[in-house]
Every structure is written in C-alpha cells, then in structure tokens.
C-alpha cells in the first residue's frame, strides 16, 4: 500500500474523498508524441559513412514502427585491412486509449571496429509523451518492465497535481525492473513519458560496444467494486532542522503521534533551513547547503531526499545573510527573508526555476535577524504575511509594504511558522524544542495540546494532507473507460450511433482525435467493425 501526498489548498486542509462507487473511467488526452530514432556511423580515417531511421507519431491510437540504421565502410588495403560496423534500431508499439496508455519495444546499437584510425558510433532511441486530463477522482495503475543490458537507459516517470512525482531509472550491466505501482489521482493535467537511450561507441583495434533497453508498460484507470476509504491521518507535517541533514514527518500533530525521520536529505551538510509546500503543485521546497552555496531544493516527500537542487543567488549588495526562510503565498509565489544592514530584514521573492532572489522596494522589517531565526508563513486565507524573529511577531502586506507588530507578552524564541491547515491559531516551533499555537487576533501564545515534542531546534516547518490507498487491491480491475458513451452522459445508448460512426477508420488506421478514444471498444488504438460489433453488443445488453 503505497502512501500518495496531496496537495493543501491554501484556505482549509484537503482530502481526497472517493465515491463509493466506481471511479473516474477515462481521462482526456490533450498532447502526445512517439518517437523512434537510430543513427549510425562508421568512419576510417577521414572517410565516413553515415545512416539514420526516423519516424514520429502526431495522431492517437496505435503507433506501431520498427525501424534501423546500419553503416559499414571497410579498407581494403594489403597488410592494413580495417573495417568499422555501426548498427542501431528502435521499435515502439503504443496504443493510446480512454482509459489505458500502453507502451513495448526496444533501443539497441553496436559498434565495431578492427584497426587504427577506426570509429564507430551508434544511438537509438524510443520516446513516449503523453499529457491527459482527469476531470474527477481516479485510481490509477502503471505495471510492466524495463530491463537495461551494458548500461543501456530508460527512464519512466509519472506526474501531475496534489504533489505527484513517480520517476525511475534503470542504467546497468544488467538490470531488471519491475513496475507495480498504484495511485489516486486528484482531477487535473498528468504527464506519462518514457525515454530510452541505448548509444555505442568503439574505436581502435579489436574494439566491440553495445547496449540495449527492453521495455513493456501499462498505465491503466481503475474501477473498485468496494469504496475507497481516505486514510484516517490527518494534519500532517513535514519539517527539517538546522542541526542535522534530515527530514521529519508526524502523521498527527494534533493527536501527539510521534515525529518520524523520513530520511536523510543528501545534501552533505547539516545547515537545513527553511521549508515551504507549493500550493499550486505541493512539492516540497527546502534551503539547504551544497558545497558550501545555499541552494532551494525539492524534497521527495516519502524518503525526504533531495530530488532537485539550484543554487540561491541575491544579487543585494547590503544582503548580510543567506535566506532565513521561506514561505509561500496562496498564489504560488515563494518568499524569503534575509538579513539586511546587520539590524534589519529584507524580504523578497525566489524564483523556483533559478534560484534568483528579487528584493522589494517596501522598506526592512524592523527588528533584528541577525540571529538566523527568523520565519515566514503567509495566511492561506488573508494572505498577509507573517514574520517571527526572536521573541517577536509581525504581519507584512507584501502589496503595500504595511509591516504591523502583534504584541505577544513574553513569548519563547521562535525558529519556524507555519499556519495550520484547519485555520487559526496557527503553529510556531520555538528554540526550546516545543510546539506551540499563536492567535494572531489577540497574541495568545500557548502549548500545543497532545503534542509530542518534534526534533531539536526544527528550522522549517508545513503541513500536507496524505492519504493511503485503502479498500481492497483484488476487488479494483481496469476500467473500460466509458467506452461507447460519445456524449459524455455516463452511458451508451442509441444517441451516441452518430458520432460512433464519425469516428470510425478502419484495421491499424489509428484514431483520427482524441474525441473518438471512447470508440475505441477494443482500445487497440483503431476504430473498426471490430469496434462496432462490441459497441452494438453493449447496445442490446439488459
């Protein structure tokens, strides 16, 4: 049972609720490509000889090439006879239906050569792209193999919303895979692509090259005769600490279930700082130190390592720390704060893609950072701004530039905010080691009932919502995808007839749109009488 994270969304903490009854039985394929390449080449000396196969596939439905290139070039000279062979080839076979995208074939090239002076090189290729559109909940399911021979490549990966990131790869002397994975998908836009890589490359006397990729995959919808139940766990947190390289999850916060490390981030450094959940997509963001250098990396949110990495760069000249944190508007903007003229705070944005800290013109928080502990949430509701350093707590309307100091008594020290996804108050970790709930409205600061005490000196802190695949495996099965229901009114019926018959092409001619998948009664990616005669026979069924 694999545990799947979805996305918090931004006013309230979300689940996914499932119907009882079946699921979501096609998705809607918006773009696709299917390519299959092999280049060869053979040269002796400054001859060459050169060979290539191409064939791409704009339309849905089946796609069925296999093509090579070969190239050979030999001297014939006495007492300096040399050859160099270069073979590749590449084979797809995919069928994209409503409800099943499925995907076999190969990339293979070898290179040969006898003599000095001699060079042969090969690279084949076998591409997938698929972008499809799930309007309500789904079960989803992706089986099958990759299996890589002399470090051959594939990689095959799965994403989409509510913080969706399956990718991996196979690259071995000999590696075999074997693919089982099963997901809910919240409705939204996913991307399925495979890309295979087999290359060669032999020079010299004697010398011989090869790879090869074998691959065989199907991501199919799933209907369950039974329900599919939310996990019972709520209110999740995800955190890391300065102290340590590592991330932290509670499954229940608020219940005092106990922290978990969910693995080391990889980062080679214990300077952690900071971490914020994407709104728009839930992926995980964290600062962490790489080679010396702040970087803004993404976490995967069941191991807790690092996925990807880019370099922080501020291009302030009064800038007097790294980023102290950061914080994500309800937008999808990602905020951060650093240390500013030695007495003061700067906030300004951080651009996912590059790294690049932009500074606002609105003024410097008032009040100290030199410390290193200052935090950022933003209100997923109000959107304001909150900034927590020491003892202290201001609100900050990045539109206006209004900064505004909460009067809180005599507070402990705070190292990270985050607002908690039920409302307020929200949650603040403090240096002691202990949680605690803030009300903004009034300035009460008080322990966080039933809380188990997180790991020390937490630097970054937010919430998620998680879910688990429950009911039972062997009662879900592939959908058929609303086959014959070309209307989109959750039947097949006599008023479908029409548009049926506009969408027929005949044996292997493929489908002429995605509007026609569901005519596609036998999902071999074309719609022939074949396709009729099951349609009719839904037509006569009780």
Not at 2 to 29: D, E, Q, Y
């Amino acid at each position: 049972m694999n545990r799947r994270w979805l996305r918090n969304c931004g006013i309230g903490f979300s689940i996914l609720t499932m119907p009882t009854s079946a699921l979501s039985a096609a998705w809607n394929i918006q773009s696709h490509n299917r390519v299959v390449s092999a280049i060869s080449t053979a040269r002796i000396d400054s001859s060459q000889v050169s060979d290539s196969d191409f064939q791409d596939q704009p339309g849905f439905g089946l796609f069925a090439s296999q093509i090579q290139a070969n190239a050979s070039i030999t001297d014939n000279t006495p007492g300096n006879e040399r050859f160099a062979n270069a073979g590749a080839g590449a084979s797809q076979t995919s069928v994209l239906a409503s409800n099943r995208i499925t995907v076999s074939g190969f990339a293979a090239g070898t290179s040969d050569t006898d003599g000095m002076g001699t060079f042969a090189e090969t690279d084949a290729f076998s591409d997938l792209f698929v972008q499809f559109e799930v309007t309500e909940a789904a079960a989803a399911q992706l089986t099958g193999s990759l299996e890589s021979f002399d470090f051959g490549q594939a990689n095959v990966s799965f994403t989409g919303p509510s913080g969706l990131l399956f990718s991996t790869t196979v690259q071995g002397l000999t590696e075999f895979l074997s693919l089982d994975e099963t997901w809910l998908l919240a409705p939204g836009v996913y991307t399925f692509s495979l890309n295979t890589f087999a290359d060669s490359a032999a020079g010299g006397a004697g010398a011989f090259d090869g790879q090869r990729i074998n691959f065989d995959l199907d991501l199919s919808l799933l209907e369950c005769a039974g329900p599919i139940d939310p996990t019972e766990f709520e209110n999740v947190a995800y955190g890391i600490t300065a102290a340590s390289d590592a991330a932290y999850l509670n499954l229940d916060l608020i219940n005092g279930q106990p922290w978990a490390t969910a693995g080391a981030m990889g980062s080679g450094s214990s300077s952690g700082a900071g971490l914020a959940f994407d709104p728009i997509t839930s992926v995980i963001y964290a600062l962490a130190e790489i080679g010396g250098v702040q970087t803004l990396v993404t976490l995967n949110p069941n191991s807790g390592t690092i996925e990807s990495s880019v370099a922080i760069f501020n291009p302030d000249p009064f800038a007097f720390s790294d980023l102290l944190d950061i914080a994500f508007r309800p937008d999808g903007t990602l905020y951060g704060i650093y240390s500013f003229l030695f007495v003061s705070a700067q906030i300004g944005t951080v651009d996912i893609n590059s790294g690049v800290v932009a500074p606002f013109a609105l003024g410097t928080v008032g009040h100290s950072s030199a410390s290193g502990s200052a935090a950022l949430a933003f209100d997923p509701v109000g959107g304001l701004l909150y900034n927590a350093a020491g003892s202290a707590l201001w609100t900050i309307d990045v539109d206006t530039g209004s900064f505004t100091e909460i009067p809180l008594g005599s507070p402990p020290a705070f190292t990270s905010l985050a607002f908690h996804p039920d409302g307020l108050p929200f949650i603040a970790c403090t240096e002691a080691g202990a949680i605690t709930t803030i009300d903004p409205l009034n300035g009460t600061v008080a322990d966080l009932p039933g809380v188990l005490d997180p790991p020390a000196d937490l630097s970054g802190l937010d919430f998620a919502a998680v879910i688990l695949l429950g009911g039972d495996p062997a009662s879900c099965h592939p959908s058929d995808g609303n086959l014959g229901d070309m209307d989109g009114d959750g039947q097949a019926a006599l008023g479908d007839l029409m548009a049926f018959a506009a969408c027929m092409t005949g044996p292997g001619l493929g489908i002429g749109s995605s509007s026609c998948l569901t005519a596609d009664m036998q999902t071999d990616g074309d719609i022939d009488l074949a396709d009729y005669a099951e349609f009719e026979r839904l037509l006569s069924a009780p």
